[in-house]
């Protein structure tokens, strides 16, 4: 059982078009998040949810939106997609706020936008 | 935010040998895990060790967090081993769990 799964695995997609990332825990979590890992490796927080709730939007375009229906799904959706969107996406989910808990990450999502 | 510090940026072993990364964060934190990334791109949870000293196979972590560091041990490495570490603190003074993470230490280890 993948307690953080994502789909698609692999997207490859042109300049200008909107897509979609699901994510799903069954892990019983009730914090998610996404995160951006470049092409340097470096990763980075985009958004954090909490019981549905949105708490962490960090410098992210508004093309980029969240969506968390239950507290065990966290979509992204991004709009008019550009060439440096291209990068890795990672969902987490954690008990409870991080502090003092494990984050656990999804396998990622390859974007490459051509 | 907190600034997060990973060295050495890559280390090259033999199978078999030991090694020992380093995390070194600027501010006091309530929050350390190591992780692991596979060449395959999957991050794998390796420890949550915001103090003290834990151990799991040939895998040990130690964290110091009045000197604002902590260290990775690997010993006898495996082609297995090879991948990505990386280092994530929360900061004491945060209260929405955003996790910093540091830039990484890419293992190799050769046959």
């Known amino acids: 059982d993948t307690a953080v799964s994502q789909t698609p695995k692999y997207l490859v997609t042109q300049m200008g078009n909107d897509k979609s990332i699901k994510c799903e825990q069954n892990?019983?979590?009730?914090?998610m998040y996404w995160y951006k890992q470049d092409s340097k490796k470096f990763l980075k927080i985009m958004f954090s949810?909490?019981?549905?709730?949105?708490?962490i939007n960090e410098t992210v375009p508004n093309r980029f939106s969240p969506k968390s229906p239950d507290k065990a799904h966290l979509n992204l959706h991004i709009n008019s997609l550009e060439l440096g969107d291209s990068a890795v996406y990672f969902c987490a989910s954690s008990l409870g706020q991080v502090t003092g808990n494990t984050i656990y990450f999804g396998e990622g999502s390859w974007l490459t936008v051509v | 935010g907190i600034q997060v510090e990973q060295s050495p940026p890559d280390l090259i072993l033999q199978e078999g040998a030991n090694s020992t990364l380093r995390c070194n964060f600027s501010d006091s934190v309530n929050n350390l895990q190591w992780f692991h990334q596979n060449p395959w791109g999957q991050l794998i949870n390796l420890f949550y060790i915001p103090s003290g000293t834990k151990q799991n196979g040939r895998l040990s972590a130690t964290t110091v967090a009045t000197e604002r560091y902590s260290l990775l041990y690997i010993s006898s490495s495996q082609t297995t081993d090879s991948g990505v570490y990386f280092c994530a603190v929360l900061d004491r003074g945060s209260t929405l769990g955003r996790l910093y993470f540091g830039r990484g230490t890419q293992l190799t280890v050769w046959p």
């Open positions: 892990l019983g979590h009730d914090t």
């Open positions: 949810y909490n019981n549905k709730e949105l708490i």
